[in-house]
């Protein structure tokens, strides 16, 4: 082979190449939002990395502390695990019982997933900003989400079509990866 192969065509220059304009999309160009209060998102990164949680409030511009787009979120750091017929009672509660946690996360390390949580849970009112700026708060807030949690997943609430959620269904288990 000689030099002339690795010489660049006209064909081939990057100016030749056809690139859009801006002009031609609609103006002005808005993305949609899709990380609102209550999608159910799996966390991608730190010590809660693949749990699933819950958008409580978003902060789309950032705030004072934070400079960047971040979320507030509910999530479930330890599911149910296996229940048997031959287990006790008193067993199956204990198994029954899940840990959750309440973190502010940046975008970056969130992955929206399809779901999200009936609105009847009132994914808005989860967890607040007043409750995040204190130790007592956090773990406050952190014991009603555990509470409510429980109770939805153990009896999982009616879509439209009457059947259980698979949106709280897919909260409810653990992620395998």
């Avoid at 799996?42 to 949680?53: D, E, I, M, N, P």
């Avoid at 229940?83 to 973190?103: A, D, E, G, I, N």
Wanted: aromatic share 10%.
């Amino acid at each position: 082979f000689g030099s002339r192969h690795l010489r660049s065509s006209p064909a081939t220059h990057p100016s030749t190449h056809y690139q859009p304009s801006l002009s031609l999309l609609p103006f002005p160009f808005n993305m949609g939002k899709f990380l609102k209060a209550g999608r159910v998102v799996v966390l991608l990164q730190g010590r809660h990395a693949g749990r699933k949680a819950v958008i409580s409030k978003v902060f789309d511009d950032g705030s004072k502390a934070r400079p960047y787009g971040h979320a507030l979120v509910a999530g479930v750091d330890r599911h149910f695990k296996k229940v048997t017929k031959s287990m006790s009672v008193k067993k199956v509660t204990k198994k029954l019982r899940m840990k959750c946690f309440v973190k502010y996360v940046n975008y970056n390390h969130i992955m929206p997933t399809r779901y999200t949580i009936p609105s009847e849970m009132q994914p808005a009112t989860l967890v607040t900003e007043q409750q995040m700026s204190s130790a007592d708060g956090r773990s406050e807030a952190r014991r009603y989400v555990q509470k409510l949690f429980q109770e939805k997943c153990k009896d999982l609430p009616a879509d439209k079509s009457g059947r259980p959620s698979k949106d709280v269904a897919f909260l409810r288990k653990k992620l395998r990866f």
